[in-house]
């Protein structure tokens, strides 16, 4: 089983719809929880942390389910910039990295 | 801050050849991390270093990959005879903490590796 996993789209939406990812993970002793986006070509960017109690940035609301060892990303009016890949990224005593999630958003 | 930077960007080598990866993490940053990339795979930890000690190899694939941080400013990565499939994304990053902190990592640009 993959430390991390996360299904792999692509997911085609269009604008101004919102739209949601998951990611489970295997490590129960994982003590911190990110969203990274990779454009094509290009490397990870941090996009945000993702805290126990849920948080929001925007128009980005991450969620973590420790009981369950689960993350989600919604993304509300999504725009055409948008278009990525996602990155669920677990660490404990390192960074493991799921192989992403990739969002079309069409005009 | 200039950010993480890799060099070269791209490199095309013949198999058996050695491959040398440059990292040059941002100042300050005590962590500095190897990951590979693939389709297949996706982003894979090689090796990483806290205050240029190795801490973590066990990424790295076979004996023909060495890593090295002779100093907090400077890390290699060398393939020693290099094989196709080797060909591959490598990204250096670094991190101001711990690696399971709340900072996040900062990557370079990657470094497009294809042996042929």
């Known amino acids: 089983r993959k430390e991390v996993e996360q299904d792999p789209g692509p997911f085609n939406v269009p604008e101004g719809a919102t739209v949601a990812f998951n990611c489970t993970y295997s490590?129960?002793?994982?003590?911190?929880f990110f969203w990274y986006r990779q454009d094509c070509r290009k490397e990870p960017k941090l996009l945000m942390s993702?805290?126990?109690s849920g948080n929001e940035d925007g128009r980005f609301t991450a969620q973590l389910n420790r009981a369950s060892q689960y993350i989600s990303l919604l993304i509300r009016d999504s725009k055409l910039s948008d278009s990525a890949t996602y990155l669920c990224?677990?660490?404990?005593?390192?960074?493991?990295f799921g192989t992403g999630t990739r969002l079309l958003v069409s005009p | 801050d200039a950010g993480v930077i890799q060099s070269p960007r791209h490199e095309v080598t013949e198999m058996g050849q050695e491959v040398t990866l440059r990292c040059k993490p941002i100042?300050?940053?005590?962590?500095l991390f190897w990951y590979r990339q693939t389709m297949m795979r996706g982003l894979e930890l090689l090796i990483y270093?806290?205050?240029?000690?190795?801490?973590?190899d066990s990424g790295m694939p076979e004996d023909r990959f060495s890593a090295k941080m002779p100093n907090a400013s400077f890390s290699t990565l060398k393939i020693q005879p290099s094989e196709p499939r080797d060909s591959a994304v490598y990204f250096c990053?670094?991190?101001?903490?711990?690696?399971?902190?709340?900072?996040?990592?900062?990557f370079g640009s990657g470094t497009r590796l294809t042996v042929v």
């Open positions: 990224v677990v660490g404990f005593q390192k960074l493991v």
């Open positions: 270093f806290n205050n240029n000690v190795p801490i973590d």
């Open positions: 990053a670094s991190s101001l903490a711990g690696t399971g902190s709340g900072s996040g990592y900062t």
């Open positions: 993702v805290y126990s």
């Open positions: 490590n129960s002793a994982s003590q911190s």
């Open positions: 100042s300050g940053h005590d962590y």
